[in-house]
């Protein structure tokens, strides 16, 4: 059984274009985050479309749903996304060992 890692699993969630939108409005909005319907109304997306998306962004452990009364406020997980990021910049600029090409003979 292969296991797949966090920081995978949360750029295989980003890798669709309609999650990156959600995911990046929901940057924008801050520590308050969005309510279903709000995200929905900015970008277009039908309610099952978006259920399902905000699904995956959730187990990917990007979005933390809160509920508050009946509403269900969506918001990105801070400290995941800093785990992302730094796991993609960790050995920046840090140089690569290049083997010189073999001269055909």
């Known amino acids: 059984m292969t296991t797949i890692s966090p920081n995978a699993r949360a750029l295989a969630a980003l890798g669709h ?50 509920k508050q009364g009946r509403e269900v406020f969506n918001k990105v997980d801070y400290p995941a996304m800093r785990r992302v990021v730094g796991f993609l910049t960790s050995e920046c600029c840090s140089g690569v060992t290049v083997q010189p090409a073999a001269d055909a003979a």
């Open 17 to 66: 274009d309609a999650r990156l939108s959600i995911f990046r409005l929901l940057v924008k909005a801050g520590d308050d985050g969005l309510r279903v319907s709000d995200i929905g109304e900015h970008l277009g997306l039908a309610p099952s479309t978006l259920a399902h998306h905000l699904s995956t962004l959730v187990d990917a452990g990007l979005v933390v749903q809160d």
